[in-house]
């Protein structure tokens, strides 16, 4: 059974750009949530859907964004990107919500210069 | 707004020890809580999920426990090999309604050979 996979594995952008990852779910989890990890402020959550739906979302400012898809897939956005984005962004996939095992993607580290 | 202590922060040990990591959190109003591991520049690997029922689950040489009254969970790692070498980290959910986790801060193992 294939795991969560996220895409790209790296990506280097410029300060000002914007940028799109990709998260797909192990096959027929219906909630995907986001993470930015940083040595700094360690994981800390971005937002959450649940079948197309935004259930939660954290505390970054409106330049990150997401969506899911009607597959599960989700993407998220940062636009206007600045240097302290930089960070391994991680993806989460549960069957449900509550009570059941995340699992996490290997995640896309961003570096912004 | 919820904090979540790790305590050791890092922690070295010879191989064939048995050791304890402790997770603590200032609201004992969590929902359950999840152990992952994360390998250097990887992404997290669940370990234990305890529900929101459990007090206790176990996974081969691992074990968590979940006290909530006393905001505490614990993992214990019998017979440590040099492949445990790697970060803990402890992650609850507050509620039933997402998968939004608060992540603790990680505990960085080292198992000498």
């Known amino acids: 059974k294939a795991g969560v996979t996220q895409t790209p594995r790296y990506l280097i952008k410029t300060r000002g750009q914007q940028v799109t990852l990709s998260c797909s779910p192990i096959?027929?989890?219906?909630?995907v949530s986001w993470y930015q990890q940083t040595p700094g402020q360690g994981l800390q959550f971005l937002f959450e859907y649940f079948s197309e739906t935004q259930r939660n979302k954290g505390n970054f400012p409106g330049r990150f964004s997401g969506r899911q898809f009607s597959n599960s897939r989700s993407e998220m956005n940062v636009s206007t990107l600045e240097l302290g984005d930089s960070a391994l962004y991680l993806c989460a996939s549960s069957l449900w919500v509550g009570n059941t095992e995340a699992f996490f993607g290997q995640g896309t580290r961003l570096t912004v210069v | 707004k919820q904090e979540v202590t790790q305590i050791p922060a890092a922690l070295s040990v010879p191989e064939g020890e048995n050791l304890v990591l402790n997770c603590s959190f200032t609201d004992s109003a969590i929902y359950n809580l999840q152990w992952f591991r994360q390998d250097p520049g990887k992404g997290l690997t669940s370990l234990l999920l305890i529900q929101s029922s459990q007090r206790e689950q176990t996974s081969g040489r691992l074990n968590a426990s979940l006290d909530k009254s006393s905001g505490r969970s614990t993992l214990y790692i019998a017979a440590s090999q040099p492949g445990d070498s790697a970060t803990y980290l402890c992650?609850?959910?507050?509620?039933?309604?997402?998968?939004?986790?608060?992540f603790g801060p990680g505990t960085r193992l080292s198992v000498l050979p």
């Open positions: 992650a609850f959910l507050r509620d039933n309604y997402g998968q939004n986790f608060v």
């Open positions: 096959s027929g989890h219906r909630s």
